[in-house]
């Protein structure tokens, strides 16, 4: 419903006449009243076929307006209208529509403009105009209807008392639809888009992009320019209304801004805290383009189900799973490793990020690429869930992981802490508070939660599921260069090259014969070693020290403290680091020597491969054809001689050097 400044008939029956004795009234300025009718033919920007359309209109460069938006609708009827005052005829409004996206820039349809010095004062002229995209092709047409009414300046006094940075107009259709999009959601749907393949136009590599689009929410990804592309985006869907569950996907090459291919997937089927991970076929695509995506589905009142001690018999649950993942019964499914189960009780003294001291708080409970979500608390910090969630183990050497965010208006979340717990070392069945920490788990951060976890798992499934490659991670935080965490690395490597070195060392001190009693004994564990060595020597030389450590662990109860230090080395030194607060220039210094020697290192490397290269193609004729020589020789005396009894030439030429 627009406002007027005309309020009654008697007004109006003045307009007529200022209009026809404009020349003798004190007409100051002009008031332009546009009403935006209808679009026609407008084009398809969305994966599901449509669009949604809305309109800016500008007036000297300036947005004065901007229309309610119609979704799914290439016809759009908008009826909405508003009145500016102008002072000059001979600039042209311009229209300019778009299609909404609600989590990425808005594409661009189509403009046109409208010469308003061709609108006759007190009459409403209507205009058909025809848009134009970015390259000058037709986008359809609008339709709108403009009338100019000259303005006395008691009439531009009122008109700025009612009027809102110029404009007087209040859209009755912005209002319903700003509830609508405040509404609450019945489902959450958290998608990762992954990765494709064979995603191409005509045999060329396109920059593609994918746009996803559930009811009016859209997303819209980043570009990439690959037959393969990997874009591992995550992003938030809702479904508000239940009967429309469609997921509208359609992957498009911004060159030519041509579909490659389209998807649609009804959300109604897919289970509810689960995620599906799946690769799907593209249609109208390559025979072998395919998208992977990770889709799962919450429930607006939270995951899991609700843990009621009266109903809810656990007890008979676990013993089914226990006889499932029973050693005996091992080879029914191999790659059925095991089950966790996670009670998430509640949580106390969480960081206040809200104003008034609260927060929304709500869990995101992670396994690997498993993801479920919990219902948001509101106005607390100390939230209570009471939420039971199950798991489905692929590996038992991963980690379950859960943060608590933040809920704010427009999707936008902020972290409150996380706890990452390894599945062997779980307690089963103990109920136990666990300290937040920070987003890469080093620093304790205000906040506890309280979990009770249990998981049941096959030994003999999860040992064959060991020796496969680990199951990758698709969202995973980027590796940022850190000079703490890159000196700690290099310092642990060091000390291996130095423990090596001193091995040598030790080597070369009994070839010299300076201790003949060391150097004896030596020489004649070497020449029987030698002599009766087989090859299954070397496992059994391997559980000697696998046993040698075990007996060492057992009896020595004061080194266990000292290897669990060791193991956080290099956390530790990172938070010392922190902690001490070295300048500027003590930390470029440290890198720069580091840098320094690993440049030294490379360069040996480097080195070694390019002689070693240059050896292979004859870049040194000389050194190749020695080489040659050599091998040949090589190969004659390997042939007719053992290498037991040359390894034992070998070992006695270097013992009876000194």
Known sequence: MCFSIFENDEEESDETQKCTEGGELDVVTLLLEVRLNNGEDLPVKDASGSSDPYVKFRYKDNIVYKSGTIFKNLNPSWDEEFQMIVDDVTCPIRLEVFDFDRFCTDDFMGAAEVDLSQVKWCTSTEFRVDLLDEVNQSA????????????????????????????????????????????????????????????????????????????????????????????????????????????????????????????????????????????????????????????????????????????????????????????????????????????????????????????????????????????????????????????????????????????????????????????????????????????????????????????????????????????????????????????????????????????????????SWHSRPKSLMAYVIFMLFVYYFEIFFIPLMILALFGYNFVKNKTSSRDEPRSTRSSLKGQKSEEEDEKTGTGIRDTLNSVQETLLSVQCYLHFATQLVQKIKNTFNFTDVWLSTLAVIVLSLAFLLLYFVPLRWIILIWGTNKFSKN
């Open 140 to 511: 359809g047409k609008v339709t709108i209807s403009v009338t100019i009414t000259p303005m006395t300046q008691l009439e531009v006094q009122q008109f700025h008392q009612k009027a809102t940075k110029g404009v007087l107009c209040v859209s009755e259709k912005k209002k319903e639809q700003r509830a609508h999009n405040t509404q609450d959601w019945e489902k959450l749907v958290n998608i990762v888009l992954v990765e494709g393949k064979g995603i191409r136009v005509d045999e060329r590599i396109p920059d593609a992009f994918c746009k996803f689009k559930l009811g009016q929410e859209k997303y819209k990804s980043k570009v990439c320019s690959n037959i393969d592309p990997k874009w591992i985006e995550q992003f938030d869907l809702h479904v508000f209304d239940s009967a429309d569950q469609m997921l509208q996907m359609a992957c498009i090459d911004r060159n030519t801004n041509s579909i490659i291919g389209r998807l649609e997937i009804d959300l109604s089927s897919v289970p509810l805290d689960e995620t599906l991970q799946h690769w799907y076929h593209l249609e109208n695509g390559p025979d072998d383009s395919q998208i992977l995506l990770l889709i799962t589905v919450s429930g607006s009142q939270g995951a899991g189900e609700t843990i009621e001690t009266d109903e809810f018999n656990y007890n008979d649950i676990r013993n089914t799973r226990i006889q499932k993942y029973d050693v005996m019964n091992s080879f029914d499914d191999i790659s059925d490793i095991g089950v966790l189960t996670v009670k998430l009780f509640c949580a106390e003294d969480l960081v206040a990020k809200d104003f008034g001291g609260k927060s929304d708080p709500f869990a995101v409970l992670e396994l690997v690429n498993t993801r479920v979500q919990t219902n948001t608390i509101y106005k607390t910090l100390s939230p209570s869930w009471n939420k039971i969630y199950t798991f489905a183990v692929k590996d038992i050497h991963t980690c379950l992981q859960v943060t608590i965010f933040d809920e704010d208006p427009n999707n936008r979340f902020e972290f409150l802490g996380r706890v990452q717990i390894p599945l062997k070392s779980i307690r089963n069945c103990e109920k136990r508070w666990y300290g937040l920490k920070d987003e890469k788990l080093r620093k304790r951060v205000k906040g506890e939660v309280l979990l009770e976890m249990d998981v049941i798992w096959n030994p003999v499934r999860a040992a064959i599921r060991t020796f496969k490659p680990k199951e990758r991670k698709y969202l995973s935080q980027e590796q940022k260069f850190k000079a703490s965490t890159f000196k700690t690395y290099f310092g642990e490597i060091k000390d291996v090259v130095n423990v090596l070195a001193s091995y040598k060392n030790q080597i070369e001190y009994l070839l």
